[in-house]
């Protein structure tokens, strides 16, 4: 009974096949086509007889049984608009002349790992319902596996792709595997690809373009240690889990303008030797570019960092950050790195900067290199009284805020103003309080306080000599003359070093 079950699911889904084949097939629109939904039923010893004696060309027919091809070498092996019933092996084996699978569907396994297909390969709208292995197989004159599914784990480890390799539209429901696979020639095409399972393509070799545009991945996508010889292009594309570019090496151009990251993307030591960008890409996690060394322009303009970005110990040559927009709870983090021609506002990243003693006054050189000298005050500014804070109480501490209160370490020369201004008030309080003034017994009020303010300015801007001023109460006008003079001075270089630059 129990076997009888199992034939009865066997046929029920031979049936399902056959109906989508059919309506895949149909071109004239009808829903119905009983000419063409004709299958022809063959053993899988009669295919294997065909193979050992010529090439073996099938359309249209259902293979029964398991499919052991196991010559050393077989020709041109065609088989299209089919399905194969059982298991398919050809593992280790040679096929010299053109193989084409082409809207073929593999029910049982695929094994045609250690293959050589020294002719094109076919697989255009394949169906693999149980498991294919490709691992260790060449491709020497280029595969083609557009808009085919894989219904579970698909094994492309350590497989080679001489002239090129596309999966354009390809569809991979289980978990994937193209580690430590080489592909070369004109191009590498993965452009609109599905990945419901993990993706790993860890330690490749792309010698071709190699384009991943529009492709989609629901669970981890680990590029790590991969190298992209030729240019690659991610622009558009979607990773809903982790997305790993950990010492990955891009020597051309890199594309990942409008892609989505939903979790962390990982760009840990990678090396970008020509331009990349980022532009409109979305982070909604971290993005780690730690120790990652951008040797061309990168453009991650109108980016959106939802997490953290960290570009620790990065080495960046020339970036553009500006129009990017970060979440109120983002922090960006440069601590030792080396930063030249980044393109950002200050007033963007002052907020969102996790304090470093390097990252500061790395940011001060960028921004007088890019002639941004009101950028490079700021930040200045900020770094000094961020680090005044962290400051233990001591004589240091006390120079900084002496510096602070004075000039704004040098930047803000209104501090300067202010501060004489105070002085001003102070000295004036204290001669109208003291009466110090000759005649001033005789003043009250505003009288008295306009008095004092007014000789208080003279002896600040001017000399106090021969200003009324009674007794040992003269040496007053005299500090207060030296500090004006000190806060001229100090006004005037302050003033001086902004306009200089």
């Known amino acids: 009974m129990k076997e009888g079950g199992e034939i009865l699911r066997i046929d029920l889904l031979l049936a399902i096949v056959l109906l989508v084949v059919a309506l895949t097939n149909a071109s004239d629109g009808a829903l119905f086509d009983y000419s063409r939904q004709f299958y022809e039923e063959i053993t899988s010893k009669t295919i294997v007889y065909d193979l050992n004696s010529s090439s073996l060309d099938f359309d249209r027919v259902v293979v029964i049984g398991d499919l052991n091809l196991n010559k050393p070498l077989y020709n041109t092996i065609k088989i299209t608009n089919s399905i194969i019933k ?78 090129f390799g596309t999966f354009y539209n390809a569809t991979f429901y289980g978990d994937v595997q193209f580690t430590l696979s080489e592909f070369n020639g004109a191009y590498t095409n993965f452009e609109s690809s599905s990945f419901y399972g993990d993706a790993d393509f860890s330690g490749d070799q792309f010698g071709a373009y190699a384009t991943f545009d529009n492709s989609v991945y629901r669970k981890n996508a680990d590029f790590h240690g991969t190298k992209f010889s030729n240019g690659a292009s991610f622009y558009g594309s979607t990773f809903y889990d982790t997305a790993n570019f950990m010492r990955s090496h891009f020597i051309e151009d890199l594309l990942f303008s409008y892609a989505y990251f939903n979790r962390s993307a990982l760009f840990l030591n990678a090396k970008f030797d020509g331009p990349v960008s980022f532009n409109q890409s979305t982070f ?218």
């Open 86 to 163: 059982g298991n398919i092996s050809c593992e280790g084996k040679t096929v010299a002349d053109d193989v084409n699978f082409e809207n073929t569907s593999f029910i049982g396994n695929a094994y045609l790992n250690d293959t050589k297909f020294l002719g094109p390969a076919n697989f255009n709208n394949s169906r693999f319902y149980g498991l294919a292995k490709f691992n260790t197989s060449r491709f020497t004159d280029g595969a083609t596996f557009d808009f085919a599914s894989f219904g579970q784990n698909a094994d492309y480890a350590n497989s080679w792709f001489d002239k």
């Open 284 to 501: 909604c996690s971290n993005a780690n570019f730690d120790n990652a060394l951008f040797q061309a322009p990168a453009d991650m303009s109108s980016a959106r960092f939802e997490g953290d970005l960290s570009m620790n110990s990065a080495k960046i040559s020339k970036m553009v950050l500006d129009d990017s927009v970060f979440n109120e709870s983002s922090r960006l983090f440069l601590g030792k790195a080396d930063i030249n021609g980044l393109m950002v506002s200050w007033s963007l990243i002052r907020d969102k900067l996790s304090f470093d003693s390097s990252a500061y006054p790395s940011l001060v050189k960028n921004y007088k290199d890019l002639g941004q000298s009101n950028d490079a005050n700021d930040c200045y500014y900020e770094y000094r009284y961020l680090n005044q804070g962290r400051k233990p109480i001591g004589v240091s501490k006390f120079l900084d805020v002496v510096a602070w209160l004075s000039c704004g370490y040098g930047v803000r020369p209104h501090y300067t103003l202010l501060l004489g201004f105070f002085v001003i008030l102070i000295f004036a309080f204290i001669l109208g309080a003291g009466r110090c003034i000759v005649g001033s017994t005789e003043l009250h009020g505003w009288h008295l306080a306009l008095d004092s303010l007014y000789f208080s300015a003279i002896a600040f801007t001017a000399n106090s000599k021969g200003l009324p001023i009674k007794g040992h109460y003269k040496y007053l006008g005299i500090v207060e003359g030296i500090i004006g003079w000190l806060l001229m001075a100090l006004f005037l270089v302050t003033l001086g070093r902004l306009i200089i630059g």
